[in-house]
């Protein structure tokens, strides 16, 4: 659910993922860094079944990309959006409340460009990956857990080795402080009544350690010695690398389960999602280690109330452009961004699928923001990236695309083909091999059957 990732100069991204309205939530999933490149050469990905990898087609010669991204719980959808029941009364002081309005959805413009793209396989075929995670700091590990496994890799992204873990349930996700600290999480969610569980790792990797009391569905890892469980009785911290937790009093809500996570490289700010039975939202901050936090839910949500908060994503900013920091969120009512020191909440232009009806159920299943600015890649930042499903097809949930918005969540485009039929359960914007001039950032795509990417080369204005 929850993803952390750091960018070249100290960002952080932790997003969390939840179907809309299910309160049976996950594991953590993962964020990505990437690191400045010149301009590439486009290559296209190869194809892989589990780890072997066989070349596919050359990808379209045209790179101009159009305008316009945890952990999921299960691929099993709700079959109505959820019944909202108003949030308990709170003491805290949050936003002036603006009038409510509907904010309409953007018209999706899918240019030749875009559209030309294939996903191609990258291994893990048949494999249902709920999460993944990109080690902070510009590398190029990415790390990705299903119910059935736990494995790593490196660009080209793939090769895919298996990580010694015991998981449990039907959900398994991923976080990463540092090159030292992991974590993943596993289960079927609090309402379910079956075991959750969760293991470390201090040394990259090499060895995991359960955490058997801890009860975790999402871990937002904030550095390599800070993070934060959201768990089946509260949010708890650990400061010694998960060695040892506590309770975080100011971050519980009574008759709230808590739903997703994510926390700053700091360790200090932390954002917490809670859900009630009926579906209803609640989003708190803490910017001083969870010592106090103050109830920061928009007010400006249909009906004044926000319902099923199924994604979160911290961002500190990146250099020069510090506007672009802030908490990137999804939910039943849309996209949405708090900008950093500011309890006044945008609703960005929610992005909908060629032929979509617009008034049929519908969720976003992931979010991955990229606000790495990089003069090659002429970047406006933010890049968000994010996708949608809707209930049927044999896994319960059927994909409504990948959409990609340059312009803040103004304008949105579709990115690629290819994944009709698939459930993206998590994405991360994953950096070029950093020993090789000349190459893409690869957009990888977790699903419920196996790993897929798809170059994302410049220019991007």
């Given at each position: 659910m929850s993803e952390r990732i750091s960018r070249p100069l100290l960002f952080r991204k932790s997003t969390t993922a939840l179907l809309a309205g299910v309160l049976l939530a996950a594991s953590a999933c993962g964020p990505a860094p990437?690191?400045?490149?010149?301009?590439?050469?486009?290559?296209?990905?190869?194809?892989?079944?589990?780890?072997?990898?066989?070349?596919?087609?050359?990808?379209?010669?045209?790179?101009?990309?159009?305008?316009?991204?945890?952990?999921?719980?299960?691929?099993?959808?709700?079959?109505?959006?959820?019944?909202?029941?108003?949030?308990?009364?709170?003491?805290?002081?949050?936003?002036?409340?603006?009038?409510?309005?509907v904010q309409p959805t953007a018209t999706v413009v899918p240019t030749q460009a875009a559209l030309d793209y294939t996903w191609s396989r990258v291994g893990l075929t048949g494999t249902n990956v709920t999460g993944m995670a990109l080690l902070p700091g510009g590398a190029n590990l990415?790390?990705?857990?299903?119910?059935?496994?736990?494995?790593?890799?490196?660009?080209?992204?793939?090769?895919?080795?298996?990580?010694?873990?015991?998981?449990?349930?039907?959900?398994?996700?991923?976080?990463?402080?540092?090159?030292?600290?992991?974590?993943?999480?596993?289960?079927?969610?609090?309402?379910?009544?079956?075991?959750?569980?969760?293991?470390?790792?201090?040394?990259?990797?090499?060895?995991?350690?359960?955490?058997?009391?801890?009860?975790?569905?999402?871990?937002a890892a904030a550095n390599d010695t800070t993070a934060y469980a959201s768990t089946c009785s509260g949010v708890m911290k650990t400061t010694d690398a998960g060695a040892t937790w506590n309770p975080v009093p100011s971050l519980k809500v009574e008759n709230f389960d808590p739903s997703a996570i994510t926390a700053g490289p700091d360790g200090q700010t932390v954002f917490a999602a809670f859900l009630s039975e009926g579906g209803s939202g609640q989003i708190w901050r803490?910017?001083?280690?969870?010592?106090?936090?103050?109830?920061?839910?928009?007010?400006?949500?249909?009906?004044?109330?926000?319902?099923?908060?199924?994604?979160?994503?911290?961002?500190?900013?990146?250099?020069?452009?510090?506007?672009?920091?802030?908490?990137?969120?999804?939910s039943y009512n849309g996209v949405w961004f708090l900008p950093l020191d500011s309890d006044t909440w945008q609703q960005l232009k929610t992005p909908e699928a060629q032929g979509e009806d617009p008034t049929a159920y519908s969720w976003f299943t992931t979010l991955f923001v990229d606000t790495a600015y990089s003069e090659p890649y002429n970047k406006p930042g933010p890049i968000i990236y994010t996708a949608k499903a809707k209930p049927g097809g044999d896994s319960g949930a059927t994909n409504l695309g990948v959409f990609r918005s340059t312009d803040g969540g103004k304008t949105w485009a579709t990115i690629g083909k290819g994944l009709e039929g698939r459930v993206i359960n998590s994405l991360v914007l994953a950096p070029h091999d950093p020993a090789t001039a000349g190459m893409v950032e690869t957009l990888l795509a977790a699903t419920n059957d196996g790993m897929w990417a798809i170059p994302m080369p410049p220019p991007f204005r």
């Open positions: 990437r690191n400045p490149v010149a301009t590439p050469t486009l290559t296209a990905p190869a194809t892989v079944e589990t780890g072997v990898a066989s070349p596919t087609p050359a990808l379209p010669t045209s790179t101009a990309l159009p305008t316009s991204t945890a952990l999921p719980t299960s691929t099993v959808a709700p079959t109505e959006p959820p019944t909202a029941t108003a949030p308990p009364t709170d003491t805290s002081t949050p936003e002036a409340s603006p009038t409510p309005s990415v790390m990705a857990a299903g119910p059935k496994g736990v494995w790593s890799s490196s660009y080209d992204y793939t090769q895919w080795q298996p990580a010694t873990v015991k998981l449990v349930g039907q959900n398994a996700g991923v976080s990463i402080g540092s090159a030292n600290a992991m974590y993943v999480t596993s289960g079927t969610g609090c309402a379910s009544g079956l075991p959750l569980l969760s293991s470390r790792s201090t040394d990259g990797g090499k060895t995991w350690q359960e955490m058997p009391n801890l009860n975790a569905v999402d871990i803490s910017t001083d280690g969870g010592s106090t936090a103050v109830n920061v839910t928009p007010k400006n949500a249909p009906d004044g109330n926000l319902q099923a908060t199924s994604n979160l994503f911290y961002e500190t900013g990146s250099v020069g452009r510090p506007q672009d920091g802030g908490l990137y969120m999804t």
